[in-house]
């Protein structure tokens, strides 16, 4: 019913053991797929009951997922779940989102409610970006772009509400396959951080790509582009890649889905 993959780069043992022990431990999953992007092989990861393919080299994130997802579509798994290894949940929480899928066809992509370690919530559903969405939020002080961030993140929902979201993070995505089979996988020319932006934009044209609240997991969170050099030019880098394929200024779908997506919360 369920495949699952977990793409790790250079990640402790101990850290990557504790998200497979947890995802074995749900009997809804078939397979759970460690991918390795780690410039050395670890044998140890082998052992722990997944299959593990090791790349030899960083394929980038979403690259290193499709090698799984493309296996899920093969062996006609209904879905596909990609998620972070520094996710933390109960393992019960996947049955209520499997069946919570099975329950509504129309929906092609599934997020719970995300916290950080400390209990506060992860304020991860959001619109589509504008070029000024991200660039302000990055180099402009915080208080001037309160009120812009807070329409982005979509702060007035409460996030306690189901939404239909156009912009669902990475770190858990809860995919329909047969949505996979018909949107495409990642699309590889992302090396990291657009990806999931791409993709639940594409889901969201013909199913409803949705925020789930009823359950939670737990994500340490580092935003390391905000602390490494090296992934800021790749985080830029692949922004400009993704505005360049949807449209910087000029993006009338954007338009669109945003305005509805906000008009869904102002009648809750």
Not at 139 to 158: A, D, I, Q, V, Y
Not at 185 to 199: A, C, T, V
Request: net charge positive.
């Amino acid at each position: 019913m369920l495949n699952v993959s977990v793409v790790i780069y250079k990640h402790e043992f101990n850290e990557t053991s504790l998200i497979v022990t947890t995802l074995a431990k749900s009997e809804a999953i078939e397979t759970i797929y460690l991918i390795d992007n780690s410039p050395t092989r670890n044998e140890a990861f082998s052992k722990l009951g997944v299959e593990y393919i090791f790349n030899n080299k960083n394929l980038g994130y979403g690259a290193a997922h499709n090698i799984a997802i493309r296996k899920t579509i093969e062996q006609n798994v209904s879905y596909h779940l990609v998620i972070n290894p520094d996710i933390k949940f109960e393992n019960r929480i996947l049955d209520e989102l499997v069946d919570f899928m099975q329950k509504n066809s129309d929906v092609g992509q599934l997020m719970p409610k995300v916290l950080y370690p400390n209990g506060e919530i992860q304020y991860l559903c959001k619109l589509l970006p504008t070029p000024s969405d991200l660039i302000f939020r990055r180099f402009l002080p915080k208080k001037w772009t309160e009120k812009s961030n807070s329409r982005f993140e979509m702060h007035n929902s409460g996030y306690n509400q189901i939404m239909d979201v156009p912009y669902l993070s990475g770190c858990f995505m809860l995919l329909r396959t047969d949505a996979l089979r018909h949107t495409g996988m990642f699309d590889e020319r992302f090396f990291m951080y657009p990806e999931d932006i791409d993709l639940t934009r594409r889901v969201h044209r013909n199913y409803r790509t949705i925020f789930y609240p009823n359950v939670q997991v737990t994500h340490n969170h580092e935003r390391g582009s905000y602390h490494n050099s090296r992934l800021f030019w790749i985080h830029l880098t692949n922004m400009i890649k993704y505005f360049n394929k949807w449209g910087w200024f000029f993006d009338s779908e954007r338009k669109i889905i945003n305005k509805k997506t906000l008009k869904q919360i102002k009648k809750s």
